[in-house]
């Protein structure tokens, strides 16, 4: 079955440096690949989907790229800001297990500071 | 606003005491799950229903029982929890399955003494 992870368990940046994160995948190319961002005891919340065919997504401040080669995923926060300081999960379908099945990595933490 | 609800947001319960855990969205979506999380676990799924009737196993589905009876509704129970069941449960919804953006409730914080 797919195995996920996300490389660090927390990133330090000063407001204002471009943050980037790191999802790497075994196994299976997915079709899609998801981006969340969860605060302390709250539930996740939808960032981004990136498909198999697109290199590279961008909403607002982030962007998200795919490279299906590296089986891996980045996600980039330019210009950040104190109030992007959460932990952020990658996600993607377990090919090989059962459709339907979302596996989810472990997260990011990440802090900036002013 | 859509939203997905689930009930109750904190529960404190004694071994072997049967205990349900209601999850309920007004987006008509088709796919619910359920995920409970750990620290240095993360995000594990439990079940996931594809639509009304027809649900399956995730990752971690010991100790876990689900229904789908209705669309909106994906009631999360344990018959005889237990202390490692204790954890953060997440219930989420989606119109378009995996592929789909996830909705996620607010979560229950349950703690099995």
């Known amino acids: 079955s797919q195995k996920i992870e996300q490389n660090s368990e927390a990133l330090n940046i000063q407001e204002g440096k471009t943050a980037t994160l790191t999802c790497n995948y075994t196994n299976y190319s997915p079709a899609y690949l998801q981006w969340y961002r969860q605060d302390p005891g709250r539930g996740p919340v939808f960032l981004l989907l990136?498909?198999?065919?697109?290199k590279e997504k961008r909403k607002e401040r982030l962007k998200v790229t795919f490279d299906t080669t590296l089986k891996q995923s980045l996600f980039h926060i330019t210009a950040s800001q104190p109030a992007d300081s959460a932990t952020y999960l990658c996600?993607?379908?377990?090919?090989?297990?059962?459709?339907?099945?979302?596996?989810f990595g472990k997260g990011t933490k990440l802090s900036v500071k002013p | 606003e859509a939203q997905v609800t689930q009930n109750p947001r904190y529960l404190i319960t004694v071994t072997g005491k049967k205990l349900t855990v209601t999850c309920s969205q007004n987006?008509?979506?088709?796919?619910m799950s359920w995920y409970r999380q750990d620290p240095g676990l993360g995000l594990r799924q439990i079940y996931y229903s594809m639509n009304v009737e027809v649900t399956d196993k995730g990752d971690v589905p010991e100790g876990y029982k689900v229904s789908r009876k209705e669309k909106r509704n994906f009631p999360l129970i344990l018959e005889s929890p237990s202390p490692n069941q204790t954890s953060l449960y997440f219930c989420a919804s989606s119109l378009k399955g995996t592929s789909g953006l996830q909705y996620f409730g607010a979560g229950t914080r349950l703690s099995v003494l």
């Open positions: 987006m008509n979506h088709e796919y």
């Open positions: 990136i498909r198999e065919n697109e």
């Open positions: 996600a993607l379908e377990n090919y090989g297990g059962s459709q339907g099945n979302l596996i």
